[in-house]
């Protein structure tokens, strides 16, 4: 089958979200199937490429209005729905799903939404645009599309309550690729030299894989971290903070203000390969989100037995909640309690560790989910 991915970010860009796409279109590709990929050009990039057999072409953006990129290049696409055989857009949020639902009824093409998980920014204007936009434009959305995938039950919940049928929606997770992040080039030496480069010799450390914005709830874990450190020996511990985000520099400017700079990194974007180390290197993986689908950071933090604490949200309860350490969101108090727990109580983090890597092993690989997406195209191809 020929399968147009319409996507508003793909590489460089780097998040949970365009780990999904790629690895998608990759395991499609293997599979037998031919991919594409349109996507803005944000951050600026060659406008077409090949990667690892995927045809990307990105379009010029002209605005990220609550970091939803705009490009009006997406405008010119509608004929080209007739070449393929399914289009595949993600997030009903994004401008990519708006053109994806405005040609499909024009064009005949049958339509398959990526629902990646109900946003919060988490603030009030942000929040209550986001609702009128869900209500309106996302139920729209939600209904030219033939078929709509969502990461969770709860999920699922959420998209039928806009009057959406439920057996238009299927659950099917996220995913990792054991191939990629097994990878035998990332042994103890380079693990060492991970280690010396960021300067962690002697550190427990305590782990954050993501974007530094608002919505990934970084203020709560910044709050969090002097009460951490109350508890144990400041010499003794780290928080790696990996990514970048338009609430870095207030992030910064917070651990300067109090004086924990020395016990927290941010080391920016860094390659996959010093990414897997650090997943070795680490004691405990945290993610204070406010809002997530089903994060692709934890079941990476899972697959290298990282135990974890993750906030009580819905795509990350549905899925974890009884093999990780759940607290409220925006509660810093609690989330400091549940990492300093996992420091002390070495029994509950090997068992957290242990239980992790099995549930990730068992059900959430990318042969698995890409093996349901092709049984899903099937049926609308022959529909």
């Not at 480069?197 to 993501?210: E, H, Q």
């Not at 009460?227 to 780290?238: A, K």
Request: net charge neutral.
């Amino acid at each position: 089958m020929r399968v147009l991915q319409i996507a508003p970010y793909f590489t460089p860009y780097n998040g949970g979200q365009e780990r999904y796409i790629y690895h998608l279109s990759r395991h499609l590709i293997r599979m037998g199937n031919e991919v594409d990929i349109i996507t803005s050009n944000y951050p600026p990039n060659k406008e077409t490429e090949e990667i690892d057999g995927i045809n990307v072409r990105r379009y010029y953006c002209v605005a990220r209005p609550l970091r939803n990129p705009l490009s009006p290049g997406f405008l010119l696409l509608g004929k080209r729905f007739r070449e393929y055989d399914i289009v595949h857009t993600h997030n009903e949020h994004s401008s990519a799903a708006m053109v994806a639902a405005f040609f499909k009824d024009r064009y005949h093409a049958p339509l398959i939404l990526t629902c990646h998980g109900q946003l919060r920014f988490g603030d009030y204007l942000s929040d209550t645009i986001e609702k009128w936009y869900s209500t309106s434009l996302g139920r729209l959305i939600f209904g030219k599309s033939d078929r709509i995938v969502a990461l969770s039950d709860t999920d699922k919940q959420y998209i039928s309550s806009f009057g959406i049928h439920e057996k238009k929606i299927s659950v099917i997770p996220n995913a990792i690729d054991p191939e990629q992040l097994g990878h035998p080039s990332i042994d103890g030496a380079a693990c060492e030299a991970v280690r010396e480069k960021y300067s962690l010799a002697g550190k427990r450390i305590v782990l954050f894989v993501g974007q530094v914005i608002r919505r990934k709830g970084i203020e709560y874990l910044i709050k969090a971290i002097p009460r951490v450190l109350q508890h144990v020996r400041r010499s003794d511990v780290i928080f790696v903070l990996t990514g970048i985000g338009d609430y870095l520099f207030d992030a910064r400017r917070d651990a300067k203000t109090m004086e924990i700079e020395e016990n927290i990194l941010f080391t920016g974007l860094i390659s996959m390969e010093d990414l897997i180390a650090l997943y070795k290197i680490s004691d405990i993986f945290v993610l204070p989100s406010l809002s997530e689908g089903l994060p692709t950071c934890i079941l990476e933090a899972m697959f290298f037995g990282l135990p974890v604490v993750g906030t009580d949200i819905p795509g990350v309860r549905d899925h974890f909640k009884d093999h990780i350490l759940l607290v409220p969101p925006r509660d810093d108090g609690a989330l400091a309690d549940a990492v300093i727990r996992l420091l002390e109580d070495e029994e509950l983090a090997r068992r957290l560790s242990g239980d992790g890597r099995k549930l990730v092993m068992s059900k959430y690989v990318w042969n698995a989910v890409t093996e349901n997406y092709i049984a899903m195209y099937k049926g609308l191809v022959r529909g």
